[in-house]
C-alpha cells in the first residue's frame, strides 16, 4: 500500500499562520523520511483556522526543504484562473523539481460567496467551462495543442524535462468520468463525501482512455486521527470535529480549538448528532485500529494509493499519528 499526505494548513488557536505554514514544511520532511510518497498542499481562502490560499507558493519553498517526496495541489481550483497561467506555474515547478510534481485540479470556488466574488469573474460560468479549461490545460502540460487552435503556437514555458502529472480532484461519478475521458488520475475525497465510491470508482476504470495517464490511477482520500490508545485518538480528533461544527454554523473560530476548549464545547442533540455523523467518515483509533480500517478501504475499493488528512490542536499530535500509521503500514 502507498501512503500519502494530503495537508490543509492548519492553524492552531494561539498559533499565527507563518508557526503554521512552518509545519506543514517540518510534516513534509517527517513524512518523507516516514516513506509517504507525496504531499500535496490544498488551496482554501478566507477559512479562519486554515493558512494556504496557494499550494503554487508552498510547494516551492517544501521542495527546496525535501529531497525526494513527490509534491503538489490538492488542488488548484481551476474555474479562478486561467489554465495558461496555472501551466506556467506547474512547469516552473517541474523544471526546478524533476519528477516530483503533480497538478491536481478542482472546481470548488474553496471559500464563501464573497470570497468567490472578490477571486474571478463569472465563477459558476467557469465551473460549466471546466471541461474546456481542463482540456486546455492538458495541452500546455503536454505541449501538443492541434495545429488549428488558438494557443498552438505558444508554449507555458519554461517545458520541463517531465512534466507535472495531473490529477483531477472530486466527489462524483461526472468527475470521475471527465477524468476517464482525459486520460487522467483521479483522486476521490472520500472525507468529504457521503457517497460509497464504489461505483465511482469502478466507472472511471470502465471509461478511461489513456492520455497524460497511460492506465487508469486512483487515490482514495480519507480524514484520520491515530493515537496511543483509541481514547486518547478521540480526544484528539474532537478539536478537529468542533472546529468543523463551528465553522458549519458560520462561527468558526481563529483556529483549531485545544481538547480542552472542545470538550467544553456545549452540543445540541442536532449539533452531536452532527458531530457522531463526520466521526463516520474518520478513521479514528490506536495504530491497530486505523490499520485494520485502512486495509479494509484497501481491499474494498482497490485504489492505488490512500492519502491521508489529519488536523489536530497540537502539531506533534499529528506527526504522531503518521508517525504510528507509517509504523503499522509502511
Same mark, same amino acid.
Request: some cysteine; overall charge negative.
Given at each position: 500500500?502507498?501512503? *500519502?499526505?494530503?495537508?490543509?494548513?492548519?492553524?492552531?488557536?494561539?498559533?499565527?499562520?507563518?508557526?503554521?505554514?512552518?509545519?506543514?514544511? !517540518?510534516?513534509?520532511?517527517?513524512?518523507?523520511?516516514? /516513506?509517504?510518497?507525496?504531499?500535496?498542499?490544498?488551496?482554501?481562502?478566507?477559512?479562519?483556522?486554515?493558512?494556504?490560499?496557494?499550494?503554487?507558493?508552498?510547494?516551492?519553498?517544501? /521542495?527546496?526543504?525535501?529531497?525526494?517526496?513527490?509534491?503538489?495541489?490538492?488542488?488548484?481550483?481551476?474555474?479562478?484562473?486561467?489554465?495558461?497561467?496555472?501551466?506556467?506555474?506547474?512547469?516552473?515547478?517541474?523544471?526546478?523539481?524533476?519528477?516530483?510534481?503533480?497538478? /491536481?485540479?478542482?472546481?470548488?470556488?474553496?471559500?464563501?460567496?464573497?470570497?468567490?466574488?472578490?477571486?474571478?469573474?463569472?465563477?459558476?460560468?467557469?465551473?460549466?467551462?471546466?471541461?474546456?479549461? @481542463?482540456?486546455?490545460?492538458?495541452?500546455?502540460?503536454?505541449?501538443?495543442?492541434?495545429?488549428?487552435?488558438?494557443?498552438?503556437?505558444? %508554449?507555458?514555458? &519554461?517545458?520541463?524535462?517531465?512534466?507535472?502529472?495531473?490529477?483531477?480532484?472530486?466527489? *462524483?461519478? =461526472?468527475?470521475?468520468?471527465?477524468?476517464?475521458?482525459?486520460?487522467?488520475?483521479?483522486?476521490?475525497?472520500?472525507?468529504?463525501?457521503?457517497?460509497?465510491?464504489?461505483?465511482?470508482?469502478?466507472?472511471?476504470?470502465?471509461?478511461?482512455? &489513456?492520455?497524460?495517464?497511460?492506465?487508469?490511477?486512483?487515490?482514495?482520500?480519507? *480524514?484520520?486521527?491515530?493515537?496511543?490508545?483509541?481514547?486518547?485518538?478521540?480526544?484528539?480528533?474532537?478539536?478537529?470535529?468542533?472546529?468543523?461544527?463551528?465553522?458549519?454554523?458560520?462561527? /468558526?473560530?481563529?483556529?483549531?480549538? *485545544?481538547? =480542552?476548549?472542545? =470538550?467544553?464545547? $456545549?452540543?445540541?442533540?442536532?449539533?452531536?448528532?452532527?458531530?457522531? %455523523?463526520?466521526?463516520?467518515?474518520?478513521?479514528?483509533?490506536?495504530? $491497530?485500529?486505523?490499520?485494520?480500517? !485502512? !486495509?479494509? !478501504?484497501?481491499? =474494498?475499493?482497490? &485504489?492505488?494509493?490512500?492519502?491521508? @488528512?489529519?488536523?489536530?490542536?497540537?502539531?506533534?499530535?499529528?506527526?504522531?499519528?503518521?508517525?504510528?500509521?507509517?509504523?503499522?503500514?509502511?
Amino acid at each position: 500500500m502507498r501512503l *500519502s499526505i494530503l495537508d490543509q494548513a492548519p492553524i492552531s488557536a494561539g498559533q499565527t499562520a507563518r508557526e503554521a505554514l512552518e509545519q506543514s514544511v !517540518l510534516l513534509a520532511q517527517t513524512t518523507e523520511s516516514l /516513506g509517504y510518497t507525496r504531499f500535496w498542499m490544498a488551496e482554501h481562502h478566507d477559512i479562519p483556522g486554515l493558512a494556504c490560499p496557494a499550494p503554487e507558493v508552498m510547494l516551492p519553498y517544501i /521542495g527546496a526543504k525535501t529531497n525526494k517526496i513527490r509534491l503538489g495541489s490538492g488542488a488548484v481550483l481551476l474555474p479562478h484562473y486561467k489554465p495558461y497561467k496555472v501551466a506556467e506555474l506547474f512547469n516552473l515547478l517541474a523544471t526546478l523539481f524533476p519528477d516530483r510534481i503533480d497538478i /491536481g485540479i478542482g472546481r470548488a470556488p474553496g471559500g464563501s460567496a464573497e470570497v468567490t466574488n472578490a477571486l474571478s469573474d463569472n465563477f459558476l460560468q467557469n465551473v460549466w467551462k471546466l471541461p474546456e479549461s @481542463l482540456k486546455d490545460l492538458l495541452h500546455f502540460i503536454s505541449n501538443n495543442h492541434p495545429e488549428n487552435s488558438e494557443h498552438a503556437k505558444i %508554449n507555458a514555458a &519554461p517545458l520541463p524535462d517531465v512534466r507535472p502529472e495531473p490529477w483531477l480532484l472530486g466527489t *462524483s461519478k =461526472k468527475s470521475a468520468l471527465l477524468a476517464a475521458e482525459y486520460g487522467m488520475a483521479y483522486a476521490f475525497g472520500l472525507f468529504m463525501s457521503d457517497k460509497d465510491p464504489q461505483d465511482i470508482l469502478q466507472a472511471y476504470y470502465e471509461s478511461f482512455k &489513456p492520455g497524460s495517464t497511460p492506465s487508469p490511477q486512483t487515490i482514495l482520500c480519507v *480524514s484520520a486521527i491515530c493515537a496511543d490508545t483509541s481514547e486518547q485518538a478521540e480526544e484528539i480528533a474532537l478539536s478537529s470535529l468542533i472546529w468543523s461544527i463551528q465553522q458549519g454554523n458560520g462561527e /468558526g473560530p481563529s483556529g483549531i480549538p *485545544s481538547i =480542552k476548549t472542545a =470538550k467544553e464545547f $456545549k452540543l445540541s442533540a442536532e449539533t452531536y448528532e452532527t458531530l457522531e %455523523n463526520m466521526k463516520q467518515k474518520m478513521l479514528i483509533g490506536d495504530p $491497530k485500529q486505523v490499520k485494520e480500517r !485502512l !486495509l479494509e !478501504l484497501y481491499k =474494498k475499493y482497490k &485504489p492505488d494509493e490512500i492519502m491521508l @488528512l489529519s488536523i489536530t490542536h497540537a502539531p506533534e499530535d499529528r506527526i504522531k499519528s503518521y508517525e504510528l500509521i507509517a509504523e503499522e503500514l509502511l
